[in-house]
């Protein structure tokens, strides 16, 4: 049978493999295809949201910053409605408009010029740089002369400082009212831009010229860069990838100016990218886990199934060795009771020889004492052969399994006389002292014997060679007790505690099932008594069937004794 393990040891393996690849593939893999789809969903919803943000940011300097021009350009509209040129010339007006325009700070200076260039007064800082200047070649003095209204882009002119003019003329054209606007409002404006700490944000001119500082340090725009800030900006201002930025451009000023923001995609990506290292962790982790989990769970289930599996082949071989020794059983009762016969017939034979000898003459039989002699001999030993064949049929005998009145020692001494060759052939002793007169348990007799049997084999097996055993009966209150003390090695520890477990057993692989003290003792509990096990002071182990006895038996019992 052991050489059938070695093939389901290598098919429960192989299972086990299988089970824990099913399980590791049905749980890991769906969650590593969920966290990827998450991951690039995630992705592109946050891309999609920055893009969002972006130009909803555009949209919005976009609205302040024209806003503030045409503000600005509503002011000097009017004050110009308000004055002429001759009292906005005076000093002191001049300087009350200047302080009611300037108290946020944003406009440098302010200047009266006339239709031919010339400053007709000023207030600001630059007075001794703007002193006798003309103005009449000036390409913004020629837009505000022909538009009425005109913002300019960012030129340094006579201050040799980069600025922007506002400039509002008269309805007649006789005369302007400038203003400087200092460029600081405008960069930091686009400096507070959210943008990212690698994003950019700068406005340009139709001309490509930068009329901002860049938050980067740029100072010039491509020709290719301005066509495809431009395209944005005739988009509507949408935000577009390109590369590792995303750019949006949109119109200000009259479509005069193109802002531009620009934010790095890696930087614009950098929450979510440590979101996304934490969730590959947690999913590594998870992973790890459902593995562990996996090959314990598997390494349990198939266990237990390769356990199951010995388990039932050991109980089918149980069985099987159960039916045969019922075979032998009934092959041994049907060869008794077929001896039984002719020993019969042997000893009738026997005893009319006996009788015809009496009758003879004992002068005319030569050796009629040799003659009586060697009938004695036979009559002997057909006696000897009936008692075999009687204890073969009686312990072979079919049982209902209903208790009946018992005698423990005829039961025990039937059970014995099949183990005496065999212990000759170990030289093991049989030692027997059965207390006389006991009363009859009430027990399945063929049961007992089977218990006896079991408790035998196994004594003989632990003494093995040159040994006693040692049969006692006694009674022990109402109980009847049979001793069968050995003179093995005796029990360990671990043997006391796991004797009467299923499949546990001391002897070598392929000698012993494990059942035997199992079924023992179930048979005991069910025969209302017990088998107890323990070991002698002198060595060797003592197993002690305890049956009961009927009350009114042990009464009637201790009564003769007493007599």
Request: charged share 20%; with cysteine; aromatic share 8%.
């Amino acid at each position: 049978m052991s050489g059938n393990f070695a093939p389901r040891d290598i098919y429960y393996a192989q299972q086990k493999y299988l089970f824990a690849l099913v399980f590791v593939v049905v749980s890991v893999v769906p969650l590593l295809l969920l966290n990827f789809n998450a991951s690039r969903v995630y992705e592109e919803s946050w891309m999609e949201r920055t893009s969002r943000e972006l130009s909803t940011l555009a949209h919005d300097r976009r609205e302040i910053i024209d806003r503030f021009l045409a503000a600005q350009e509503d002011q000097l509209a009017g004050f110009v409605s308000l004055y002429d040129a001759q009292e906005l010339s005076r000093h002191d007006r001049l300087a009350g408009l200047f302080s009611a325009l300037n108290r946020s700070g944003v406009i440098t200076d302010l200047g009266v010029i006339d239709r031919k260039g010339n400053h007709l007064a000023y207030q600001g800082p630059f007075a001794k740089e703007l002193a006798g200047r003309n103005y009449a070649e000036a390409p913004w003095f020629a837009e505000v002369m022909k538009g009425g209204r005109y913002v300019s882009d960012v030129f340094t002119g006579y201050r040799k400082v980069p600025h922007i003019i506002v400039a509002v003329a008269d309805p007649a054209k006789a005369w302007i009212l400038r203003a400087t606007i200092d460029l600081g409002f405008f960069s930091g404006l686009l400096q507070a831009a959210n943008v990212g700490p690698d994003g950019d944000a700068f406005i340009v001119n139709r001309s490509g010229e930068m009329q901002t500082p860049g938050r980067l340090g740029r100072t010039r725009v491509t020709a290719e860069e301005l066509t495809r800030f431009s395209a944005l900006a005739d988009a509507g201002g949408e935000a577009v990838q390109n590369g590792d930025m995303i750019h949006c451009g949109i119109y200000l000023n009259n479509r005069q100016w193109l802002l531009v923001l620009e934010t790095n995609v890696e930087s614009s990506l950098a929450p979510y990218d440590e979101a996304r290292r934490r969730d590959t962790v947690l999913v590594v982790v998870a992973s790890a886990a459902i593995v562990l989990v996996a090959i314990l769970l598997t390494h349990s289930m198939v266990g237990r199934l390769a356990r199951a599996e010995h388990e039932r082949n050991l109980l089918t071989n149980q069985v099987g060795e159960v039916e045969k020794m019922a075979l032998i059983g009934r092959l041994a009762a049907s060869v008794a009771h077929e001896i039984n016969n002719p020993l019969q017939l042997i000893s009738g034979q026997a005893g009319l020889m006996d009788d015809l000898m009496q009758d003879e003459k004992p002068e005319a039989v030569t050796h009629l004492g040799e003659y009586r002699q060697a009938l004695g001999k036979i009559r002997t030993q057909i006696a000897r052969a009936s008692t075999i064949t009687h204890r073969l049929l009686g312990f072979s005998r079919g049982s209902d399994g209903k208790p009946v009145a018992t005698d423990v020692n005829q039961a025990v001494e039937e059970t014995v006389a099949l183990f005496e060759h065999e212990a000759r052939r170990h030289r093991i002793e049989i030692a027997r002292d059965y207390r006389n007169g006991l009363p009859s348990a009430s027990c399945d007799p063929a049961q007992l014997q089977q218990v006896i049997l079991n408790v035998l084999h196994n004594a003989m097996d632990a003494i093995g060679q040159d040994g006693t055993i040692e049969i006692t009966s006694r009674l022990d209150g109402n109980r009847i007790v049979v001793d069968f003390a050995d003179t093995g090695p005796g029990l360990t520890l671990d043997a006391l505690e796991h004797l009467y477990d299923p499949f546990f057993t001391t002897k070598p692989k392929g000698k012993g099932t494990g059942l035997g003290l199992y079924v023992s003792q179930d048979i005991m509990m069910r025969l209302g008594g017990e088998l107890v096990a323990e070991n002698r002071g002198g060595g060797g182990a003592v197993f002690s069937l305890y049956l009961p006895v009927p009350p009114e038996t042990a009464d009637r019992f201790a009564d003769a004794v007493c007599m």
